[in-house]
T-cell receptor, first 111, second 111 residues
Framework: DGGITQSPKYLFRKEGQNVTLSCEQN?????MYWYRQDPGQGLRLIYY???????QKGDIAEGYSVSREKKESFPLTVTSAQKNPTAFYLC??????????FGQGTRLTVV | EDQVTQSPEALRLQEGESSSLNCSYT??????LFWYRQDPGKGPEFLFT???AGEEKEKERLKATLTKKESFLHITAPKPEDSATYLC????????????FGKGTKLTVNP
């Protein structure tokens, strides 16, 4: 089945720790995205990538980093510089002009 | 700057009571407008893509329409299983693949 796989589903981070969220797609889509979702805030764009080895900052990139070494993979690292990382993180991919397809999300909690 | 505003924020309906959700947008040339359904704790599920004013798409009890400034998601004779948050997003023409989302409308259908 084609789709987007995010892992893990739940993730706990200690203060000062970096954590990496995984996102893999087998849809052969060029563009991939990371969104953060907080209650009442809707989806806010963190980073997006239109092609391998290239990515752009979204609206709330501070405290996050990404890489795009393979077309299928777009991991997100939440660094210790992100002061309020507790949120629901969503990865998506799209082909030009088509709707984005989302993974099932990773819920990150600071403990 | 591209913007999407959804209204109302929340809507309660009785089963069988038809209504509409609104998505107003400003974008520098529309490539596509997308509707999604999101259940709690899950990733958004793609519903429709609309490309040009006057276009309509239907799926079961849902019908999406598009004008130059807004889109409507009409829900006919809703059932409790239609309860979810409905998200609207736009993508602008040009080089960027960036998707901009509204904050969503939370729909509750009571039996």
């Amino acid at each position: 089945d084609g789709g987007i796989t995010q892992s893990p589903k739940y993730l706990f981070r200690k203060e000062g720790q970096n954590v990496t969220l995984s996102c893999e797609q087998n849809l052969n889509h060029d563009a991939m995205y990371w969104y953060r979702q907080d209650p009442g805030q809707g989806l806010r764009l963190i980073y997006y990538s239109q092609i391998v080895n290239d990515f752009q900052k979204g609206d709330i990139a501070e405290g996050y980093s990404v890489s795009r070494e393979k077309k299928e993979s777009f991991p997100l690292t939440v660094t210790s510089a992100q002061k309020n990382p507790t949120a629901f993180y969503l990865c998506a991919s799209t082909q030009r002009g088509l709707g984005a397809f989302f993974g099932q999300g990773t819920r990150l909690t600071v403990v | 700057e591209d913007q999407v505003t959804q209204s109302p924020e929340a809507l309660r309906l009785q089963e069988g009571e038809s209504s509409s959700l609104n998505c107003s947008y400003t974008v520098s040339g529309l490539r596509g407008l997308f509707w999604y359904r999101q259940d709690p704790g899950k990733g958004p599920e793609f519903l429709f893509t609309l490309y040009s004013a006057g276009e309509e798409k239907e799926k079961e009890r849902l019908k999406a329409t598009l004008t130059k400034k807004e889109s409507f998601l009409h829900i006919t004779a809703p059932k409790p299983e239609d309860s979810a948050t409905y998200l609207c997003a736009v993508q602008a023409r040009g080089g960027s693949e960036k998707l901009v989302f509204g904050k969503g409308t939370k729909l509750t259908v009571n039996p």
